[in-house]
């Protein structure tokens, strides 16, 4: 089976411009995550979806990160406009949902924005 | 909403030493508790789960983890490291069902030959 798989792999941006992420979860899940990597934040949540409807959404990310489903099988982030703090890797990650059930990240996309 | 705590964001021991990296969460209710792995241009990994029963769960490659209600704390532990087990170590918490995991900032481990 595929795991989540999320492009691209490595981004670079100018800052202001926009970007879009793309994912896909793994094939029958229902729940899907975005979550941004720091070293020193670690892994904080942008968004979360469960049956493509918005569950949760970071609150210190809504004014320019908007992440979307556009159906069961794939989602997009997309940052507008980007900014140098913006700087981080983006990871996805599916799971069949419920608070007990495992997580399944992709690689993630690292963003470098300039 | 939950949280989690990892004081240590690095460790280092030898090849073959036990280790321990501590992790606490914040969370009123009943939490359910991971342990996940990245390896290096890897994704993350579950290493083990809790939710009820025996507080001290195993999980995959000898590590496992001691749930202390009292302590809010669910550290991961194993006898003996690896030089395989260098990697980064996230502990995180999920609540009730309508919440996505909360993750702490990870821990990396280095293992000395």
């Known amino acids: 089976d595929a795991g989540v798989t999320q492009t691209p792999r490595h981004e670079v941006a100018e800052k202001g411009q926009t970007i879009i992420l793309k994912c896909e979860p793994v094939?029958?899940?229902?729940?899907l995550f975005w979550y941004r990597q720091t070293k020193i934040q670690g892994l904080e949540l942008l968004s979360y979806?469960?049956?493509?409807?918005?569950?949760?959404d970071g609150g210190a990310f809504k004014d320019r990160f908007k992440a979307e489903m556009l159906n069961s099988s794939f989602s997009t982030l997309k940052i507008q406009p980007t900014e140098p703090k913006d700087s981080a890797v983006y990871l996805c990650?599916?799971?069949?949902?419920?608070?007990?059930?495992?997580?399944?990240f992709g690689k993630g996309t690292r963003l470098t924005v300039v | 909403a939950q949280s989690v705590t990892q004081p240590d964001a690095r460790v280092t021991v030898s090849e073959g030493a036990s280790l321990q990296l501590r992790c606490k969460y914040s969370?009123?209710?009943?939490?359910?508790l991971f342990w996940y792995v990245q390896y290096p241009r890897q994704g993350l990994q579950l290493l083990l789960k809790?939710?009820?029963?025996?507080?001290v769960v195993q999980g995959v490659n000898g590590f496992e983890a001691e749930f202390i209600k009292s302590n809010s704390s669910f550290h991961l532990r194993k006898a003996s490291v690896h030089w395989s087990d260098s990697a980064v170590y996230f502990c995180?918490?999920?609540?009730?069902?309508?919440?996505?995991?909360?993750f702490g900032a990870g821990t990396k481990l280095s293992v000395k030959p």
């Open positions: 990650a599916s799971s069949l949902g419920g608070p007990d059930t495992e997580v399944f």
């Open positions: 809790y939710y009820s029963g025996d507080p």
């Open positions: 969370y009123s209710g009943t939490p359910y």
């Open positions: 094939s029958g899940h229902n729940d």
């Open positions: 995180a918490v999920s609540a009730t069902n309508n919440n996505a995991p909360r």
């Open positions: 979806f469960r049956s493509k409807s918005l569950m949760e």
